[in-house]
C-alpha cells in the first residue's frame, strides 16, 4: 500500500455500492485500487508458471491485483497486467502458460483474429480461463463457442457442490461472492468436457476442456476470485488448483515477462500521455478526457490547496468498466465512463494522485470522492446536478444507519488490507459520514443535521481552508503514516483544536493518539493569526 518507494502493488481496494443488487452488473460503481504500474521485471525470481491477465475486454480488479494477485504467490506464478489488445505486437502469447480473460458487462467485441490467435494457442498447448456473467448480448461468448462453451443467461442457484474432477483436489467448497450472481455454462460439441462445480440444481458452473494439446477452464462467476468476503478463503486451494492445471505445459519456460503491457495507441494531452487500445479508439471518453483534462486538474488544485507534484503523467483507458484506479503516477479509468460518470471518477482518481505518495487509507477514498463532488459543482450544469446526487445520496445513507452520527466507526479499514464486505448502504453511509465530518468541521454541511454531534469550532476559525490545510499538512509531513490517528491529528491541525475527543464521540477507535504531541504541533501551526501552514505549496 505504499506509493513512495513504488515497491508492491497496493492492495487498497475499495467499491462504491450503488444501489440495486445488480450492482455488480453495472457501471455505477467505482472501484479503486492503487498498483504499481511499472515495476520493472529486473529481476526474475525462479517460478514456474506466466499468466497474462487481459484486461482490454474487461477492466477488472479480479485477476490484475486484489483477487488472484494475493493467492497466487511470486514462486510459482509471475504475471503481466495488459491493458493492449491480444494482437498488439507488445503481447507475445508464446511468453505465457495461462491466459485469463474475464468480461462482466463490457461489450467489447473480440476481434476474429483475437479469437483466432487464442485458437491456435490453446490448441498448441496453452492454458485459457474465461470467466464471466451471460448476458443477452456477450462478446465473451464468440470466443467461448470456439471452444463449445456458452455462457447462458441462467443464474446459477447456490448452493455449490464439487464434482470429483482432479481440480477439486484438497478444495473443500467453493463459494461465490455474496449479491453476485453468476450464470450457468452450457457445453456442446465434440467432448472433452468436465464440470468442475455444479449449482443446486445441476446447472454447470465451472467446467474444464482439454482441446488439443492444450486446456480451457470456462466459470460462469467471475467474484469467487476476488471473493472480498470470507469465500476468498474458501476458493484459495481451488484459484491455485486451477492455475497450476492450466499451466502444466509449461509452454512459457519460466522467461521473464513484464508486469505490465500497456495499450498500443498513445496521445498527448496537456504534457500527459492518454494510453488506448484499439478496442476503445472510438469511444467518447477520450474526447471527454481530451477536453476537460486541465480544467480538471485546476479544480482540483483550488479544492486541495496543492499542485499534483508527483508527475501524473499518463492515464491508461482501460477496458470497459464503471471504474478506476490511481497509482499516482498514473491514473486509469474504465472506457465506459462517460459525462458526469467519467468526471466522478477521473476526479476521484487524480485527487489520490495528488494526494501521493501518502498512500490513502480507506477514509481518504471518501474524501477523494468528495474533492471529485466539487470538481463537479465547479463544472456545472448535469455535473453539479450528478454531484448533488451523490451528496445527497450518502447523506441519506449515513441518517438512517447513524442517525446521530456516533456509532458509524470510521476508521474500520486501517490496518486491515483486505476488503470486507459490506452492504451498500452501510458503506455508502461511511463514506457520507466523511463528508459530514469535513462539512462540519468547515461549516459547509448543507443537509440536515439536525440530532447530529457537531463539531465545535475552534477560536482560530480557519474552517474554510480546512480541506485545503489538511491536504497540505499530509503532504508536508514526511512521516505520514496512513493511520486513523494520523487523519484526526492532521484534522486537529487544521482546524486548530485537538479533535481527539470529538472523534471518540462519533464512534471512532483511535488507539495509538498521542494527544500532548498533537497539542503541541497545534500551538505551532496554529500560534498566530495566519496559521503557517497556509503557505502556497
Ligand atoms: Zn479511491
Redesign the pocket.
Known amino acids: 500500500m505504499i506509493y513512495a518507494t513504488m515497491v508492491k502493488i497496493n492492495r487498497?481496494f475499495?467499491r462504491i455500492f450503488a444501489y440495486s443488487a445488480i450492482f455488480l452488473l453495472s457501471s455505477a460503481f467505482?472501484l479503486?485500487v492503487h498498483a504499481d504500474p511499472n515495476a520493472a521485471t529486473s529481476s526474475c525470481p525462479a517460478h514456474e508458471i506466466n499468466m497474462l491477465i487481459d484486461l482490454s475486454h474487461e477492466f477488472t480488479f479480479m485477476y490484475d491485483t486484489f483477487g488472484a494477485g494475493e493467492y497466487l504467490k511470486e514462486d510459482t506464478f509471475q504475471k503481466t497486467n495488459s491493458h493492449a489488445s491480444l494482437t498488439s505486437n507488445d503481447v507475445k502469447l508464446q511468453n505465457y502458460d495461462v491466459i485469463v480473460i474475464n468480461q462482466l458487462d463490457s461489450n467489447i467485441e473480440f476481434s476474429d483474429k483475437e479469437i483466432d490467435l487464442l485458437e491456435k494457442w490453446v490448441r498448441n498447448g496453452g492454458g485459457l480461463l474465461i470467466t464471466g456473467k451471460g448476458l443477452q448480448t456477450y462478446p465473451l461468448n464468440e470466443l467461448a463457442s470456439r471452444f463449445g462453451i456458452t455462457f447462458t443467461t441462467d443464474p446459477v442457484v447456490p448452493p455449490f457442490k464439487l464434482t470429483d474432477h482432479e481440480l477439486n483436489t484438497d478444495v473443500g467448497k467453493f463459494e461465490i461472492n455474496t449479491g453476485s450472481i453468476g450464470t450457468r455454462l452450457s457445453v456442446s460439441g465434440d467432448g472433452g468436457y468436465k464440470p468442475i462445480v455444479f449449482d443446486s440444481q445441476n446447472g454447470i458452473v465451472a467446467v474444464s476442456k482439454i482441446f488439443g494439446s492444450g486446456f480451457v477452464i470456462a466459470v460462469g462467476e467471475d467474484e469467487f476470485i476476488a471473493n472480498p468476503s470470507q469465500a476468498e478463503v474458501v476458493n484459495h486451494q481451488f484459484v491455485f488448483n486451477l492455475m497450476k492445471w492450466l499451466g502444466k505445459n509449461r509452454l512459457a519456460k519460466g522467461r521473464c515477462i513484464p508486469d505490465r503491457i500497456l495499450p498500443e495507441n498513445k496521445i498527448m494531452q496537456e504534457e500527459i500521455t492518454l494510453y488506448y487500445s484499439d478496442k476503445v479508439k472510438n469511444v467518447p471518453s477520450i474526447q471527454f478526457i481530451k477536453e476537460n483534462l486541465l480544467r480538471i486538474n485546476i479544480e482540483i488544485e483550488k479544492i486541495t490547496g496543492i499542485k499534483n507534484e508527483f508527475q501524473m503523467s499518463f492515464i491508461v483507458l482501460a477496458g470497459a468498466g464503471g471504474s478506476g484506479y490511481?497509482t499516482g503516477q498514473e491514473v486509469g479509468i474504465g472506457s465506459k465512463n462517460t459525462g458526469p460518470d467519467m468526471l466522478g471518477v477521473l476526479s476521484?482518481?487524480l485527487a489520490?494522485s495528488f494526494d501521493n505518495p501518502n498512500p490513502?487509507p480507506e477514509m481518504?477514498?471518501p474524501v477523494?470522492?468528495l474533492v471529485s463532488d466539487r470538481v463537479g459543482l465547479a463544472f456545472g450544469g448535469e455535473y453539479a446536478k450528478a454531484a448533488d446526487l451523490s451528496f445527497q445520496n450518502t447523506h441519506d445513507n449515513l441518517k438512517r444507519i447513524d442517525p446521530h452520527g456516533t456509532s458509524l466507526d470510521i476508521s474500520r479499514y486501517n490496518g486491515d488490507t483486505s476488503f470486507v464486505a459490506e452492504p451498500g448502504d452501510v458503506h455508502e453511509g461511511r463514506w457520507g459520514k466523511m463528508y459530514w465530518i469535513v462539512g462540519s468541521l468547515e461549516g459547509t454541511y448543507k443537509f440536515d443535521t439536525s440530532g447530529m454531534y457537531h463539531f465545535p469550532k475552534s477560536n482560530k476559525e480557519p474552517a474554510k481552508e480546512l480541506l485545503q490545510r489538511y491536504f497540505r499538512l499530509k503532504r508536508q509531513d514526511k512521516n505520514y503514516q496512513s493511520t486513523p490517528e494520523n487523519i484526526v491529528r492532521l484534522f486537529s491541525i487544521a482546524a486548530c483544536k485537538n479533535l481527539y475527543q470529538d472523534f471518540l464521540n462519533i464512534g471512532t477507535t483511535l488507539i495509538h493518539y498521542d494527544n500532548a504531541a498533537v497539542d503541541k504541533e497545534i500551538g505551532i501551526h496554529c500560534s498566530s493569526g495566519d496559521p503557517k501552514v497556509r503557505g502556497s505549496q
Do not use: D, F, K, N
Open positions: 487498497i475499495t467505482i479503486s490511481s476521484h482518481e489520490h490513502p481518504m477514498h477523494a470522492s
